[in-house]
């Protein structure tokens, strides 16, 4: 994940593609540390609403 990281800006939707990968992937940790970004950064965005949905 760190490639593509790199790679890309902070977006609500590269955020949350990383939050659903690192959930298929089976990372917990990551997944909540993208997903703490995602909020924190695009709290009022689509794809924060669903990751707040997700971990509920």
Known sequence: M???KALSQ???ESL???VRIE???GDSQAMM???D???T???DSEQAGSYQTLVQ
């Open 2 to 4: 760190g490639y593509y």
């Open 10 to 12: 902070d977006t609500a």
């Open 16 to 18: 949350w593609l990383l």
């Open 23 to 25: 959930l298929n992937m």
């Open 33 to 35: 540390a993208y997903g």
């Open 37 to 39: 970004q995602l909020v």
């Open 41 to 43: 950064l695009f709290g």
